[in-house]
Each structure stands twice: as structure tokens, then as C-alpha cells.
């Protein structure tokens, strides 16, 4: 927990994104994610962690369903969305 906390922390604003490789909707997202990455570059962080090789790590964060993206503004969480969603909602949420 003390790395996803050192994760959480590693920029001002980061994204992060739990997904299953298994998970339709989580493969669906994959270019979006990417996408909103390159856009985001030097005004966030964005980390994806597979679910079935952080199931501990999930269940002490709540993430009961993927893809969850939880994002976090100096160490905090200020948002979360379980679900597809679309790019331009996702980078929104990102640079407010």
C-alpha cells in the first residue's frame, strides 16, 4: 500500500486506471487511455495496474468492477468512475 500511496503522490494530479486484460470494456479503453496520456504529458500522470496481479492492492482502494479510474490531486482522491468513458469527459476530469 506504501507504493501505491508513493504512486498517488508522484505528480500533482494522477490517473489511475484498474483493468482486467480479460475485460472487454477494459480493452475498449485501451486507446482511449493512451490517447489521454500523450495529451496529458508534463500535467499528469496516468498508471494502469492489472487487476488480477493487484488484487490485494484493489481491494484496499474499493475497486469492485473494471475498468475503475480513480484520480487523485495532491495524494487525494477527487474522483472515481467505474465504467467506459468517453476521451473527452476522461481528459476534463484530468485538467480541471
Partial sequence: MNEY???TESAPV???????????HCRHMMPIV????????GLAEIYQLDIDKNSE????VDVSGVPTFILYKGG???????????EDELLSRIER
Wanted: proline fraction near 3%.
Fill in 5 to 7: 500511496q508513493t504512486l
Fill in 14 to 24: 494522477v490517473l489511475v486506471e484498474f483493468f482486467a486484460t480479460w475485460c472487454p
Fill in 34 to 41: 493512451a490517447d489521454v496520456k500523450e495529451r496529458v504529458v
Fill in 57 to 60: 492492492l484493489a481491494d484496499a
Fill in 76 to 86: 487525494r482522491e477527487v474522483w472515481r468512475q467505474s465504467g467506459e468513458i468517453a
